[in-house]
């Protein structure tokens, strides 16, 4: 273990390990200790207007959108989120920027100075979030709940506004086996008369009756505000306003339809032409991503493969069956694009295997197992069986391979696959991290 004698010029590697054994458990739920430590160093209160966004699925595209629009505005905003996939400075952006290493050191030490109980990692770099913010002058603060909402780090705010993007069954343990158990937890970031916006079509009724409680203003998807989409453009339209011929973006729609809502409610002058500038250039990394010319240029290159038959590769972090059935669906839009689909997937062992496989066994017609590492990683022969097992309760027929690694199931698919054919990565942040890895 790390000892205690880190300072700001230790490197930013060391400092995350040390986080890392610094609590006795990875999640810890409570805001005891976290608010003891935000107290001593004056983080509780901000002149910036916050946003919280929970949710089963969505919080990321919705942050990234609600962040683009804004500062687009010109507004200076940050934002907290959660996993990175690559970096953690991923999980902290100013100004749309990551910030480098000695800033989040700086953050650490002077945090590690006025603890005194042990933190959990994400508490300790929500802290550390906290504080850089505190010294950015910020006009808006986005955060990103990391689990659940009302027992979350995050939740030692006071916000200005709660988002709710979706409701679905995800990390039980701790949140409850039912969507009004998860809904109670989520509905957790509401504060008396402060707005709140649910994009959950099917919104729990635990959701609505704390919101009503606390006499929340609410804007309901599917009630106070929807959407439509069309061929190449999509309309959105509340009680108050609409927004014909959007631009078809990035991100899923019903998120990007969320952060629209959300912006009813913002004390900001923000233009039509702002919004739509925005949706065509909004975009988050592992989101349904597909890699670029230069990038499958680069996987080429490092495979000795000629890059004119190289086959679309798309990238998705999903990892519950919520995001599963979007995928699927986000899938069945393009698979007449393709003559075959491949999937590369790793599964951590602790998510519920069948909901995430399921949705996807009718579309990809050949499985590429990789294993994941790590306390919750599990064997490719692991995921393979689990894989089959499904596939067999459900008559569907498959084909699959465990292999030993990230390298060697990407070397197999390529060299099966070809220019008209897609490989689909996906079932974990780990996953969409590993193959990153791989490419640079």
Not at 215 to 236: A, E, I, V
Not at 267 to 286: D, H, K, M, W, Y
Request: with cysteine.
């Amino acid at each position: 273990m790390i000892q205690k004698d880190l300072n700001v010029n230790s490197p930013l590697g060391e400092w995350l390990s040390y986080l890392e054994h610094l609590h006795s458990k990875n999640i810890d739920m409570g805001l005891t200790r976290i608010k003891h430590v935000a107290q001593q160093l004056d983080l509780l209160h901000s002149n910036a207007f916050v946003i919280t966004v929970a949710g089963t699925n969505g919080k990321g595209t919705t942050c990234r959108l609600l962040e683009t629009i804004l500062l687009n505005a010109g507004y200076r905003v940050g934002v907290y989120s959660s996993p990175h996939i690559l970096r953690y400075n991923e999980r902290v952006r100013i100004q749309g920027q990551e910030l480098d290493d000695q800033q989040h050191t700086l953050a650490f030490a002077t945090i590690e100075q006025q603890r005194t109980p042990s933190l959990t990692y994400f508490e300790f770099s929500t802290l550390a979030a906290l504080w850089l913010f505190q010294q950015a002058q910020l006009d808006v603060i986005i955060l990103e709940v990391g689990l659940g909402g009302r027992l979350d780090a995050t939740n030692i705010i006071d916000t200005d506004l709660a988002i709710i993007t979706s409701i679905d069954i995800d990390h039980v343990a701790f949140l409850g086996d039912t969507r009004e158990k998860i809904g109670f937890e989520k509905a957790g970031i509401c504060r008396k008369n402060t707005p709140l916006v649910v994009g959950e079509p099917d919104c729990p009724e635990s959701i609505k009756q704390h919101a009503q409680a606390l006499h929340c203003p609410t804007l309901y998807r599917g009630k106070d505000f929807n959407y439509q989409l069309n061929q190449d453009s999509w309309h959105w339209q509340s009680h108050q306003q609409s927004w014909q011929d959007l631009p078809l973006c990035h991100i899923p729609l019903q998120n990007a339809a969320t952060a629209l809502a959300a912006l009813q409610f913002l004390p900001f002058n923000i233009e039509a032409q702002i919004i739509r500038q925005s949706l065509a250039t909004v975009e988050l990394a592992g989101r349904f991503q597909f890699l670029n010319v230069a990038q499958r240029q680069q996987l080429a290159k490092r495979f000795g493969l000629d890059a004119k038959q190289m086959p679309q590769i798309v990238l998705d972090v999903g990892h519950n069956p919520h995001a599963a059935r979007y995928l699927a669906s986000q899938l069945q839009q393009q698979k007449r694009n393709y003559s075959k689909i491949y999937a590369v997937c790793g599964v951590l062992q602790d998510k519920d295997a069948e909901g995430v496989l399921l949705p996807l066994l009718p579309l990809i017609a050949d499985w590429v197992c990789v294993p994941l590492a790590g306390e919750r990683g599990q064997s490719a022969e692991q995921l393979q069986s689990k894989l089959n097992v499904i596939a067999k309760k459900n008559d569907q027929v498959l084909n699959s391979i465990a292999v030993t690694s990230m390298l060697q199931g990407v070397e197999y698919t390529l060299n099966q696959s070809g220019k008209t054919d897609l490989i689909l990565l996906f079932g974990s942040f780990h996953t969409v991290a590993d193959f990153l890895l791989l490419l640079e």
